[in-house]
């Protein structure tokens, strides 16, 4: 299966200010975090995130077991450049339905080596597709 295959992208509702596109604003950075809520207590929880075809394929650790509670569900997903040092910074959040996936070679290649290493336990990767439904873009200019 090609990473085409993975995602039928839909437009997603996006809402910026100025040009910056938040699908190519993701694919500067590689790791974001995403929220969503386990019996009605909010989480956020931290993801490797490679971006293909108009969806964010998510990398996280399934040892915490953050996996189970986005199956199926509407999350949200962030990410930003505020530790690059740069003076115009950015955060990216999308909004979607977030289901498991089968990851191609193509895609584990994207995603690049793996830590060692979670929380003291070896990593075991489970990997999710996020299909963006609204997508949000906040700009913050230092110079």
Known sequence: MSTEEL????????????????M????????GHVATSLRA??????????V????????????LGYQRACSGSVVAYGADNFNSGH?????????GTIEPVEPTAALLEMYGSTPAR???EPFEAVFMRLEPQFM???TFDYS
Do not use: I, K, N, Y
């Open 7 to 22: 995602c039928a992208p839909t437009e997603p509702r996006t809402r910026t200010q100025g040009t910056a596109d938040p």
């Open 24 to 31: 190519q604003l993701l694919s500067r950075v590689s790791h």
């Open 41 to 50: 207590m909010p989480f956020v929880a931290p993801a490797r995130h490679v």
């Open 52 to 63: 293909a075809d108009g969806c964010v394929m998510l990398r996280m650790h399934a040892g």
């Open 87 to 95: 003076t115009g910074l950015w955060s990216v959040q999308c909004t």
């Open 118 to 120: 979670v929380d003291g």
């Open 136 to 138: 949000t873009v906040h």
